[in-house]
Each structure stands twice: as C-alpha cells, then as structure tokens.
C-alpha cells in the first residue's frame, strides 16, 4: 500500500496515536491533514507515554519524516513547544518535519475570540483557537505559514486583520507585540516551511509509502459530525485531499478506528451515553480523561448506527477496534443497533438534533467473557464471547475488522 489514511470513526480520542505509530513502520512519511493543537494523540512505548499535538505520531519512529498539511491550523509557539518536548524526551526531530507553506496560522487574538465565543455557543472546544483561525481561512483573511517567509506581507495581513477585529476587540491586541514574537517564529519556522504538496507527490513518484494521520473524528467533521458540536475541520477522509493535495486516486486505503466502547469530549449529542456510576466505571476503566484538557470524556456503549454512517461517508476498507480490554469485567455488553423516536425505529444516523439528543437507542446485549484479555496476541487466544462481539461489530458496520487493541503499549494489539 502506498498511501493509507487513518481516521477516527468516533467522537475523536479512538486511539489514532497508538495506531498510527504501529502503522507507521510500514510508511516513509506521515502527514497531518486537518485540525491543530486541539488533537492529543497518546503513543505508549515500554510504559513511557508520548502525547502529541501537532506533530504526526510517526515522529517517534527513528527514520520516519512528518509532513503538517496546509489543512491544519498551526499555532507556532505550540509547535516550537512540541518540538522542545520532542528533543527533551530523546527524540531526534532534526530534518524530519516539514510544515506547509500554505497552512495557516493561529494568532494570539483567535485564542481570545475561542475563549469569548464559548461564553455563549458552549461547544466545549478545546480553547486552542483553531475554530477562529479556520474562520479567518474561510473568510479569506488568514495568515499562512508562507507569510512568515515575507515580513511585508505579514505585516500589512496583520495590521488589516487588527482593524476589522477592533470593531470587536477594542484594541486589546497590539500590533507590535504579535509583529515581534511573529518575526520571531518566522526566523526558526523558516526551515520547516516548504512546498509540501510537491514534496509529497514527488515522493509518491519516488515509491515512498504516505500515511495520513487523522485528527478528530468523523462525528466532529464540520460537515458530517453532529454540527454545530463539532470541531472546525474535515476529520474525515475528503480532508486529505484538500488538506495535502494528494487527489483521491492516490489513496490506496482508508482505515477507520474506534474503540469497542464509545466516548465524547465537549458538549453535544451522544445517543449510547452511559449516565451514573456506570459511565464512571467505564471512564475509569478506560482512563477516559482528555489528552489535550484533562476533561473527563462522557462514556457510552457502542454505537453501531453512528459507526455505519462513518464507514459509509468515509468508505472505509476496515476497522481496528481499540480498548477491547476496557470491556473484559462487565458480565453483559450492550450494542446501540438503532434509535427509537417517537415511536419510530430509525436504522440511518440523523442530522437533526432533535432526534439524537430525544431518541432512545435500541440494544442489543451481548454476554461478556469476563476475563483478563491485555495479554492476547493472536485472535485465536481470545476468549470465545471476545471473538463474537467482534464479528458482532464488524456485521453491524458492514466492514471487515483487521486490527485489535488490547491496551495501550505498542506491544498490544491483534493483527486479525
Ligand atoms: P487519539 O486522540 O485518537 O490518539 O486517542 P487519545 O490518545 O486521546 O486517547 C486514547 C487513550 O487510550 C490513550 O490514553 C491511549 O494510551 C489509550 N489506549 C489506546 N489504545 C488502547 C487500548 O487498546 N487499551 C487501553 N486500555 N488503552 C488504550
Ligand atoms: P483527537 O485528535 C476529542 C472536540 C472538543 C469540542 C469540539 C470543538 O485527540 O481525537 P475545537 O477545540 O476543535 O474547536 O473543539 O471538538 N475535540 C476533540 N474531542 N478528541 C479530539 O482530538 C478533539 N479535538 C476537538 O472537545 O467538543
Ligand atoms: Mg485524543
């Protein structure tokens, strides 16, 4: 395979990370396509934990180059400090990441108008300011990394952009203050800041094998999520193509992860979500707190409905199934099938909130098998009630399962 795309299926949080870097070993270079500093991708390797940002989880593997696609909004000083995280924990980062010259930029006044805006639409983002950046890139007054290579153009963008926040900001934000700290990053940023879309199609030329790191989740795509609590970007895989410039006939395989459980972070629907003592149980079976806020994710069952739908708007190829070892003390194990609304039995994911937020979902159970399962290697070692439950997830999406996790060490997982 030489371009495989890895996507979260989910609420985001799926374990992408993990996955990524196991993916990673069989790719030459890993890129980032949508999203900021709002992702925390965890990677555990001999129980060290790496949590990553910005930077594509292949970092970690030694020869491995990392491209930031234009897709993303880059917050400067959190890449320069993710970089420093990098090199402090042993990481030789030096020639192996590149950023697009065409992606844009988070400024210090989209952090503020991330903050105030919650205020009133309450999203529950992350406050990393990624939706007023990608508002500023839609609305066609963004800057982009390749402004910082040309202080002139830098200079009249921000001065433009300054005046028209002032009807809104006041002038709380000084001119020469962000130009100084830009320049700033200008001058280190420079040598990461390239063409990236020719680079990547050249080294597809060059046989060179790309995997494409999903930030987010389909169900928090800006288009296909549960709009309007979603995030800002194109988490599923129509993201790739305007976020590198690698066209959808270069994509060999698009592969969707989700854990064997379901979760969400920030406000929004949540049809499966578990309320009580047992949503606290599976939170803290799960550690389900956030890597980027250190929230506590609100916990569900599986959602096969939603899964469908994102398997069916991402087309993807297969599944790895994350967590599994989450599930290995409950007795019974329940699986959303479909909603029930107003009397009514839905099969299909809906777009009106109205009915996600007022269904009742429809369950299936299945038993539990009850067991230590962190240790399983090969399919076959699973436990029988582990292996139906699979095959129950993967008839319910219609998609072939190729990978499992059974905990979160890069030593942990089941290839099918
Ligand atoms: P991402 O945003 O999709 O990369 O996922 P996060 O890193 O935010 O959250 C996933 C969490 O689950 C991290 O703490 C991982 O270390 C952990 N994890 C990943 N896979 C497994 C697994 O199979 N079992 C368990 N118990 N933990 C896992
Ligand atoms: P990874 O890549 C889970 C959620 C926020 C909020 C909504 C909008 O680790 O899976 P934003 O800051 O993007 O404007 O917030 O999206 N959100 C995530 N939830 N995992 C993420 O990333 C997320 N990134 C954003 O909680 O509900
Ligand atoms: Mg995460």
Redesign the pocket.
Known sequence: MSSTVII?AQW?????????DIFAQEADIIVRYQGGNN??????IDEK?F?LHLIP?GILREDKVCVIGHGVVLNPEAFLRELEYLKVNGVNVSGRVYISEMTHLIMPYHLYIDSASEKEYKIGTTMRGVGPAYEDKIGRHGIRAIDLLNMDMFKEKLKRNLKMKSHVLGNMFDYDQILEEYLMFGEILKEYIKDTTLFLSESLKNGKKLLFEG?Q?TLLDIDYGTYPFVTSSNASVGGVCTGTGIPPNKIDKIIG?TKAYSTRVGEGPFPTELHGEFGEEVRKK??EY???TGRPRRCGWFDAVALRYSARVNGFDSLVI?????LSHLETIKIGVGYKYKGQILNEFSHDLNVLNGCEPVYEELPGWMQDI?GVRSFDEFPQQAKDYLKRLSDLTETKIDLV????ERT?TVWM
């Open positions: 979260g985001g949080d799926e374990g992408k990370g993990k996955i990524i992702a925390g991708h965890t990677i555990v934990e949590i989880s930030a989740g992860i799960g550690n956030g890597a980027t994350t967590k599994l070892d989450v962190s996790s059974v905990g979160a942990q």
